[in-house]
């Protein structure tokens, strides 16, 4: 039985620059993994990046794991916007970011083949996330100047952090 | 295997000089940004008074590792 898991997410952040106020809403995926510590009684539930791969939160819930690794990779695009000059740069640092990949992306493709082709998941605390089509949920990551004058605001551009299992096709 | 919950950072740079020599770390925010052969992975930290004294996620290390491509390095060194 697999304790380890492939979901998307999905979250949007506001990052003030030099000269720029930045949207970025990603949509990517993480290995989200169910752990034993030698020093604890209770698991730790770690999501491990994929796409993006640079980052991972562990915490005692799924929930609070991914609520910590929101404030991580708040701390990171912060950190490209301390190092951009502009908006520019900051935009192309995000996008190398995002396309980062290592290891965990191989293990989170056979994960998700196994739950496509048919394999159930038993762990409760994922089985009762949300559902998505890969269609649906295509890793993007979109980084927008809002402060630029062509730039028109609408609770249309608003976005929930999620995640979501893969399904079935 | 299992694993502790955390790592000193001590132990991390230790263990970066045999798996990753020539690594550099650059101290900013609530982490190291730690660059070994054109990668980098940025090592929280977390909010503390003395930065040498933070205790690491093992995971983190571990996710640092996968990212750095020393894993089979770095783990054995610091796991239990």
């Not at chain 1, 539930?45 to 609070?64: D, I, M, N, T």
């Not at chain 1, 649906?136 to 062509?150: D, F, G, K, L, Y």
């Not at chain 2, 955390?6 to 730690?34: I, M, N, Q």
């Not at chain 2, 070994?36 to 940025?42: A, F, G, K, L, P």
Request: net charge negative.
């Amino acid at each position: 039985m697999s304790s380890e898991w492939p979901l998307y997410f999905t979250h949007r952040e506001s990052i003030e620059g030099k000269g720029y106020l930045a949207q970025v809403n990603m949509q990517g995926r993480v290995l989200v993994a169910r752990e034993n510590r030698s020093d604890s009684d209770l698991p730790a539930w770690v999501f491990y990046g994929v796409q993006p791969s640079s980052l991972s939160a562990e915490a005692e819930s799924v929930p609070a794991a991914f609520a910590l690794f929101r404030e991580r990779l708040k701390d990171i695009l912060f950190s490209i916007a301390d190092d951009a000059r502009d908006f520019d740069e900051f935009h192309a640092a995000v996008s190398a970011f995002f396309a980062e990949t290592d290891s965990d992306t191989d293990v989170w493709v056979r994960r998700a083949a196994e739950v496509r082709a048919g394999q159930t998941v038993q762990e409760m605390a994922v089985s009762r996330l949300p559902r998505r089509v890969a269609h649906e949920v295509e890793p993007t990551c979109s980084v927008v100047n809002v402060s630029a004058e062509s730039y028109r605001p609408s609770p249309e551009n608003n976005v929930a952090s999620q995640i979501f299992q893969t399904t079935a096709a | 295997m299992t694993y502790r919950t955390f790592v000193h950072l001590a132990e991390v740079w230790e263990a970066l000089e045999r798996c990753a020599p020539g690594y550099s770390k650059r101290h900013t925010r609530d982490h190291f940004r730690v660059t070994y052969q054109n990668r980098s992975y940025d090592l929280s930290c977390g909010p503390h008074g003395d930065v040498e004294r933070a205790k690491i996620f093992f995971s983190d290390v571990r996710k640092m590792s996968r990212r750095l491509q020393i894993q089979d390095c770095l783990i054995p060194l610091l796991g239990e």
